[in-house]
C-alpha cells in the first residue's frame, strides 16, 4: 500500500513535469487507449494542459518535494528518475497518463481488484537506462525479458512492465493481460460513449466510474443482494434500473480560480422514477429577501413538492404518511402541504457585528398559501407572540446557563416568503427588499452553497464567543487560516450536474501553483502545526471532564429542585 500512495502522488507530480518540444513519441501519447472497455474506475490527468499552468521547476524547490524524494528513494527507490525529471526518463509529457481499475468477477478481497498506472513512453531506451539505474536501489528486484516487454516483480504484489509505447505498474503479471495493455486488440474504454462524452470535454483531471461491475459485484453476494432487492422492492424500482448508471469527476485550473464537477448520469429508469423529485430551478425568487451585506455563507434548496407527492402516491405510500401526519397535526395532509409551500428555502448567514452578538441568520422559506403558514404558526400557541406584523418565538432558559437570555427567532410572511431571522435588524433589511447576486446564481438550480472565506477568517474571534470554541481550538483555526489561499467557494447542483468555482486570493496566478505555495508553506511549519493539533486534543478532552462535572452540577440542581 506505501508504493500505491507513492505512485498516487507520483502521478500529481509527473503531471508538473517539464516538457521539450523536441521530444517525440514512439506510440500513442494517450493511455487512455489501452484501457480495456470493462474497467471499472479510470483517473486521466491532461498533462499537456497542467504544464502551461504550474511551475515545476519552483515545485522542485520546494521542501514537500525534497522530503518526498527522500521518501520514495526508501519507499519506491524505482520511481526516483521519474520523479526528478520526468522527460529525461523517456516519458512523453506532451500526453494523458493516470491509471485505471477493474473488479474481478470473482472477487474475494481488495487484494483482487485489477490495477494499473501507466506512463507515455517518448524514448523507449532513455525510459529503459532510468529503469536499469533505478532498480539498483529497489531491493531483489530481476527485470525478466518476455515476448514483447520486460517486467518486474516488485515489492507489495505490484509489477513494472516496460514496453514500447507504455510504462506500467500494474497488479498483475498474466502475460495476455499484459499484451494486451501494451498492444491493444480489443474494445478500449472509448467504446464506452460515456466515457467519451467525459473525455472531449478536456479537462485537467478527470475520474470516470461505472457502477455495473459493482453492482453485479453486490448482486452476487447472498446478503448484499437480498438488501438491495428489498430496497428496490420497497421503492417499486426495477432491478434494471441499476445498470447503466456512471459517474464522472473533473478539476479545471485558471487563472485566479478553480473549477470542479460531478455528472451523475443515471438510466433511464431511474430517471424516469426519481427525475421528478428535483427542480430544474427554485420557484422564488430568493435574491430580492437575503440581504448580500457582509454575507458570509448562503444556502438554496429545493425540492418539487408535487414531484415527490406523485412519487409517493404511486407506490401508495401517501396514505401512511396522511395518518402519520393527522396524528401530529389534525387536518394535516401532503396534499395540504403541497398546496401549502413551494418546496424551496434560501438562507443567509452574517458575522456578528460584535463580540456580545450572535451570529445573524435569515431564512426565507417559499409560500404557495399564506393562510396554510398562518395556521401551522398558530399550532404553537402561547410559544409565539405579536408584535405587529412580526410573529416572536422565545426559547426556553437554558439549564446550562440560567443567566443567558433565552434566544428569540423573528418572522414575517411577506409576498411569496415566511422570513425568519435571530435578528430583527437583519430580519428589516430582507422585508426591505435585496438584491443578492450571489443567491440569485445559486437557486438556479435545486441546490447552492457559497462560502466567503474572507468575511470568516476577519470574523474568527467573534465567532470563537458564539459555538464557543475554546481556546486551543481558536488558537489552532486562526493558525490554519494563515495558510488558506482560497477566498470564496461557490457550489450550484442543477438536474444530474453539480459544479463548484473555487476563487483564489491571487487572481494573477494560476490556482495550481496557488494551492501549491500555502501547501509547502504548511509543511515547512509541520511541527508547530501538530504541537497545536496536540494541545486542542488535550483540551477537548479536558472538556470531556469539564462537560461531566457540569452534567452533575445540573443534576444536583434538579434533583433539589
Keep these: 500500500m506505501k508504493l500505491l500512495a507513492v505512485l498516487f502522488t507520483a502521478a500529481i507530480i509527473f503531471s508538473l513535469g517539464s516538457c521539450s518540444e523536441g521530444a517525440t513519441s514512439t506510440g500513442s501519447s494517450d493511455i487512455s487507449n489501452a484501457i480495456p472497455s470493462d474497467a471499472t474506475g479510470v483517473f486521466l490527468m491532461n498533462t499537456k494542459q497542467l504544464l502551461e499552468k504550474a511551475d515545476y521547476a519552483t515545485l522542485k524547490e520546494t521542501s514537500f518535494f525534497k522530503d518526498f524524494i527522500q521518501e520514495a528513494k526508501k519507499e519506491a527507490p524505482e520511481m526516483v528518475p521519474f520523479l526528478e525529471d520526468p522527460e529525461a526518463a523517456g516519458i512523453n509529457m506532451a500526453g494523458n497518463m493516470g491509471l485505471y481499475f477493474s473488479l474481478p468477477e470473482e472477487m474475494k478481497n481488495g487484494k483482487d481488484i485489477e490495477f494499473a498506472f501507466m506512463l507515455p513512453v517518448a524514448d523507449k531506451a532513455k525510459m529503459d537506462a532510468a529503469v536499469t539505474i533505478a532498480l539498483k536501489e529497489a531491493k531483489g528486484a530481476t527485470p525478466e525479458t518476455k ?31 499484459v499484451k494486451e495493455l501494451l498492444n491493444p486488440t480489443g474494445e478500449s474504454i472509448h467504446s464506452n460513449a460515456n466515457f467519451a462524452k467525459h473525455l472531449k470535454e478536456n479537462k485537467d483531471v478527470l475520474f470516470w466510474m461505472s457502477a455495473d461491475p459493482i453492482v453485479d459485484m453486490l448482486l452476487k453476494n447472498p446478503q448484499t443482494a437480498m438488501q438491495i432487492r ?9 432491478e434494471e434500473g441499476l445498470k447503466g448508471n456512471y459517474m464522472s469527476f473533473f478539476y479545471d ?40 451585506d457582509n454575507l458570509a455563507a448562503s444556502m ?13 402516491a404511486k407506490r401508495g405510500l401517501d396514505k401512511m404518511v396522511d395518518q402519520y401526519l393527522t396524528m401530529a397535526m389534525p387536518n394535516l395532509d401532503l396534499g395540504k402541504i403541497k398546496d401549502g409551500i413551494t418546496g424551496d428555502m434560501a438562507v443567509g448567514v452574517y458575522a456578528p457585528a460584535a463580540q456580545e452578538n450572535d451570529p445573524a441568520i435569515v431564512l426565507a422559506l417559499g409560500l404557495k398559501d399564506k393562510v396554510f403558514m398562518e395556521g401551522l404558526i398558530a399550532l404553537a400557541g402561547s410559544a409565539i407572540t405579536k408584535d405587529g406584523d412580526k410573529y416572536v418565538f422565545t426559547g426556553q432558559q437554558s439549564m446550562m446557563d440560567p443567566t443567558a437570555t433565552p434566544m428569540q427567532f423573528f418572522d414575517v410572511i411577506k409576498d411569496d416568503v415566511i422570513l425568519v431571522s435571530n435578528s430583527n435588524t437583519h430580519l428589516d433589511k430582507a422585508i426591505a427588499g435585496a438584491n443578492n447576486e450571489i443567491v440569485g446564481n445559486l437557486q438556479a438550480g435545486w441546490m447552492g452553497m457559497f462560502v466567503d472565506y474572507n468575511i470568516i477568517n476577519d470574523n474568527y474571534d467573534l465567532i470563537a464567543n458564539y459555538l464557543p470554541i475554546n481556546p486551543a481550538d481558536l488558537s489552532m483555526s486562526k493558525l490554519m487560516s494563515e495558510y488558506q489561499s482560497i477566498s470564496t467557494v461557490k457550489v450550484i447542483a442543477k438536474g444530474n450536474k453539480l459544479t463548484g468555482e473555487t476563487i483564489m486570493k491571487d487572481a494573477t496566478v494560476n490556482s495550481l501553483k496557488s494551492l501549491i505555495q500555502p ?5 515547512q511549519n509541520r511541527e508547530q502545526l501538530e504541537a497545536e493539533m496536540g494541545k486542542e ?25
Design 147 to 177: 515476448d514483447g516487454y520486460t517486467i518486474t516483480a516488485l515489492e507489495s504484489n505490484a509489477f513494472l512492465i516496460q514496453g514500447d509505447n507504455i510504462l506500467a505498474f500494474t497488479t498483475f503479471n498474466d502475460d495476455a493481460k
Design 230 to 238: 428489498g430496497g428496490l422492492g420497497f421503492a417499486q424500482i426495477p
Design 253 to 292: 485550473f485558471e487563472k485566479g480560480k478553480m473549477t470542479v464537477g460531478t455528472d451523475f448520469d443515471f438510466s433511464d429508469i431511474l430517471v424516469r422514477e426519481l427525475g421528478d423529485v428535483f427542480p430544474n430551478e427554485l420557484a422564488v425568487d430568493y435574491s430580492k429577501y437575503i440581504p448580500a
Design 300 to 312: 438554496t434548496f429545493g425540492i418539487n413538492s408535487a414531484g415527490v407527492l406523485n412519487f409517493m
Design 519 to 523: 501547501m509547502d508553506k504548511m509543511y
Design 537 to 561: 486534543l488535550e483540551d477537548e478532552f479536558d472538556d470531556f471532564d469539564d462537560f461531566d462535572k457540569k452534567m452533575n452540577e445540573v443534576e444536583e440542581v434538579e434533583k433539589n429542585t
